[in-house]
């Protein structure tokens, strides 16, 4: 009996040991699953570039290429024996490398990536291979072979691309576990920065997108994660009233873009009228704003709170050796010129194992002939003894073959027909090892400067196939927008004084200002109190209230000048005060915060101004000084938290304005940015002055284009910028232009007129441009020529004060010369030598200020120094030493 269960228990120990866990059974799955999702369907192979369906699909349209175009359903039929995942997926792929414009010449209606209309159905449309991709993707002889997946078919492992693929095109794929997203570059950059790498120099590129766009990429990263790219859709004013968007952001289309800008439009970030989409080749939509809506405020805005700002976070990621591997772009670049130099030098080899064949056989069956061994084959009567006999004739000649002979080249020799013996020529023959001979050389001195054949060969690809490939994205350094400057005031705000509430629901109160929804408040009341909040419906700040408005963060030119009392019967005190920062919802005391204080006098002064004022005290026995004169402009700036200055210990009745007062703040210093072409108060880029009231900024660009631009930094200024400069009255600009439809230079000096519109002041005519516009003073420039048959013109020096007279802004002006003109140069004038000497600091020659401002800060210097200087009479500085 114990025998009996002891066998049980065996029994079922082993059942036991049989068993296999759910949970491992699921982890064996999931993981042999991941490996093939990123391996076969989401990742691109280095090698290549290419993604197995991509793969397929080339490989397809290679063996079906005839030149002749092929309906799109029957290429995916084909691929289908390659591809086991369905028509769907490769007809979707398909589409994808047809609209990336490179390797598919397509036919019909691919769709449209700038709108997102999709393909019109396969059995409608038509494909073929470029020429560019039947000479860069395939070569049966340098390519790995395997299976295809039902054993009936041989399909390429990888193709011999001999060009950065996968960085041309770009690729995006989510796996389990794994995602890829490498960003497309521009055709010709990718190729100069191949020719870069092979000649061992270090080489930076950067994405380009067939959509356009303005990109920043200065936290690119290499591609690499944790990188993002600012892209922007470029955006221009067609007149005060409509803007015109002419690229979009990529990954964005024309109608997700409208969806974004309507949205923003509804929630009142934005204003605008309507939008009409007029996309069809190229983008165009026209934005139409509501009156008195600022165009570049608006522009900023579109880019804030619509999807005309994108970011995108590359990921560069790519299988090798079978295993995931991520790479910047810039090493995947270096990997692929590598290979490709690899791929040139195989296919060398190749073509010089061909040629030596070819001269090898030609030398045979000169030989073979001339020396009439076809006539003894009759005493033979098997193949080997024929074969003996052609060893044993051909030993004499072995030195003048390139290698041994074997039964292959014998079998080739016997093959040759009578007539090609009776009709042997041995000139034409030995001509023809001739150019085999100066062919194998050729190949020979390939491989011997294998890099130099390499950079030749991306040359020519640049050559026959970069044309109409020119970098479509502008790269571009753009600021950073701060929502709350350039949000539309989307919100009305009330306050109800007596009861001290605060809000945009109270609608039947006092109307303060316009506000949006992110903007902070701040509001002041008469016991001396200050609260910061955030707008909303109903908000309590207290009793009394004598001032509120739209809150700057960090604003150190607005000055708040206040007279209070200290409590019931306290002391009266004076003081004047800034608010930068403050915790939004806390209450500040901007008194001594005794309970019973008042407020006699508060003044909000955006420029720091300081009125004078009458402190008018009530009558008392012994007081005999009954007003007490007080100016701001005496008493510093200090903090909120300050008491402030003692005004009187008596009880006071009033305030009342004596004088109003002007800005005791100096004007603001502004820089102009080059590279994201706006103004700064940061000191980045060229200095341009200092601003204050309503102060301008003079702007020419190398069109022709005049116009006068406040200081605000909000400002939107043209691409081609030539002069950005403060605005003097009466100072007299001088010009040199070129006037395209006389093919001259002509001159011109003239005061411009204090005008905001754009103004043309050259002629109107596509290749006019200016050649070069200064404020100097006594302008002289250096003017070369060219020189002509029979004729050598001295170059000359003008001095264009008494060349060229002073003219209206619109004048056509005076011909500079009637020869043709090489090269025109401004002479920098001596003052401004001085002044650049003056002012330079020790380890930087260059001050970065333009000539006038050069000019006016070398004159305060000197004043300073006590040096000789005087102005003449039309108000221009002059120095004399």
């Not at 002064?605 to 402190?615: A, D, Q, R």
Request: hydrophobic share 35%; net charge neutral.
């Amino acid at each position: 009996m114990s025998d009996i269960f002891e066998g049980a228990d065996q029994e079922n120990h082993n059942e036991v040991d049989n068993i296999t866990h759910v949970s491992g059974m699921f982890k064996n799955w999931f993981i042999d699953y991941a490996s093939y999702v990123i391996l076969e369907r989401a990742v691109p192979a280095m090698e290549d570039g290419l993604k197995p369906v991509q793969r397929r699909i080339l490989h397809s349209m290679w063996e079906l290429e005839d030149g002749r175009y092929n309906k799109v359903a029957n290429l995916i039929g084909n691929t289908m024996k390659y591809h086991p995942h369905g028509d769907a997926s490769i007809g979707d792929a398909l589409v994808a490398i047809g609209q990336k414009d490179l390797l598919i010449d397509c036919q019909g209606n691919w769709g449209n990536i700038l709108t997102g209309d999709s393909a019109a159905a396969p059995r409608y449309i038509e494909a073929r291979l470029s020429k560019f991709g039947q000479e860069v993707i395939f070569n049966p002889k340098t390519t790995n072979w395997g299976m295809s997946y039902d054993g009936r078919n041989k399909e390429p492992i990888t193709l011999p691309v001999k060009f950065p693929l996968v960085l041309a095109q770009g690729v995006e794929g989510i796996a389990v576990g794994l995602a890829t997203k490498i960003l497309p570059h521009n055709f010709n950059e990718l190729i100069d920065a191949s020719i870069q790498i092979l000649r061992g120099k270090k080489a930076t590129i950067y994405p380009d997108f067939i959509t356009g766009g303005i990109a920043d990429f200065s936290d690119y990263k290499d591609g690499l994660r944790g990188g993002k790219i600012k892209i922007r859709a470029r955006i221009k004013e067609l007149n005060s009233k409509t803007l015109i968007i002419s690229e979009i952001p990529f990954g964005t289309t024309t109608g997700s873009l409208i969806d974004s800008i309507l949205a923003a439009n509804d929630k009142g970030k934005i204003k605008i009228k309507k939008v009409e989409d007029n996309t069809s080749e190229n983008v165009e939509i026209l934005i139409h704003l509501q009156p008195g809506i600022s165009t570049d405020k608006t522009i900023d805005a579109l880019y804030a709170f619509t999807n005309c700002e994108m970011g995108i976070s590359p990921n560069a990621c790519i299988i090798e050796s079978e295993k995931p591997r991520f790479v910047g772009v810039s090493e995947i670049l270096k990997i692929s010129t590598h290979q490709t130099l690899e791929l040139l030098k195989r296919e060398l080899e190749i073509e010089q194992k061909e040629l030596e064949e070819k001269w090898h056989f030609a030398s045979l069956e000169k030989i073979f002939i001339k020396e009439e061994m076809y006539i003894d084959f009759k005493k033979y009567s098997n193949k080997e003894t024929l074969y003996e006999y052609l060893y044993d004739r051909f030993k004499s000649h072995k030195k003048k073959l390139i290698r041994d002979i074997v039964d292959e080249d014998l079998q080739r020799l016997t093959q040759i027909p009578m007539i090609r013996i009776t009709r042997f020529d041995s000139i034409k023959a030995e001509e023809q090892m001739k150019e085999l001979d100066a062919k194998i050389e050729t190949v020979k001195n390939h491989l011997a400067n294998l890099t130099d054949y390499a950079v030749e060969y991306f040359k020519n690809l640049k050559k026959k196939y970069g044309t109409g490939r020119e970098r479509k994205t502008e790269t571009k350094q753009l600021e950073t927008i701060i929502a709350t400057e350039v949000i539309m005031a989307n919100e009305k705000l009330y306050m109800n004084r007596a009861e001290g509430f605060i809000g945009t629901s109270l609608k039947k109160d006092e109307f303060i200002t316009d506000c949006s929804n992110i903007d902070d408040i701040i509001a002041f009341t008469k016991e001396g109190k200050m609260k910061v909040f955030k707008v909303a419906d109903k908000v309590f700040v207290g009793k009394d209230i004598v001032h509120v408005a739209i809150f700057k963060k960090g604003d150190e030119r607005t000055t708040y000048n206040m007279i209070y009392r200290d409590g019931p019967k306290g002391i009266t005190f004076m003081k004047r005060f800034n608010v930068t920062g403050v915790t939004r919802d806390k209450e500040y005391d901007l008194t001594k915060g005794t309970p019973g204080s008042n407020v006699y006098w508060f003044t909000i002064n955006p420029n720091g101004e300081s009125e004078k004022v009458v402190v008018h005290l009530r009558a008392v026995a012994g007081l005999r000084k009954l007003e007490i004169p007080v100016d701001f402009g005496e008493m510093e700036i200090k903090a909120r938290g300050s008491v402030g200055n003692i005004v009187t210990k008596y009880t006071v009745n009033k305030v009342s304005l004596k004088e109003k007062g002007a800005s005791t703040l100096e004007g603001e210093d502004y820089w102009f940015d080059e590279g994201t072409h706006r103004l700064n108060k940061d000191e980045r880029g060229s200095y341009v002055g200092k601003f204050t009231g309503e102060e301008k900024i003079l702007t020419v660009t190398s069109k022709g284009f005049y116009r006068l631009y406040t200081y605000d930094v909000l400002n939107h200024f043209d691409d081609d910028i030539i002069m950005i400069e403060k605005f003097y009255p009466h100072q007299m600009l001088t010009c040199v232009y070129y006037d395209g439809q006389s093919k001259s230079y002509f001159t011109k000096r003239f005061e411009p007129e204090s005008t905001t519109n754009k103004t043309l002041i050259i002629t109107e005519n596509e290749q006019s441009r200016i050649e070069l516009i200064t404020g100097q003073i006594n302008p002289v420039i250096e003017v070369k020529f060219v020189k002509e048959k029979g004729a050598d013109i001295p170059d000359e020096t003008i001095n264009m004060v008494e060349f060229s007279p002073t003219v209206n802004m619109k004048a056509k002006g005076k011909k500079l010369s009637s020869y043709k003109v090489k090269e025109i140069n401004l002479r920098e004038p001596e003052e401004i030598k001085l002044a650049r000497k003056f002012l330079a600091k020790p380890d930087d020659e260059k001050t970065g200020l333009s000539p006038m401002e050069l000019h006016r800060r070398a004159m305060e210097k000197l004043n300073k120094d006590n040096a000789k200087d005087f102005l003449d009479g039309d108000g221009q500085i002059t120095f004399e030493f």
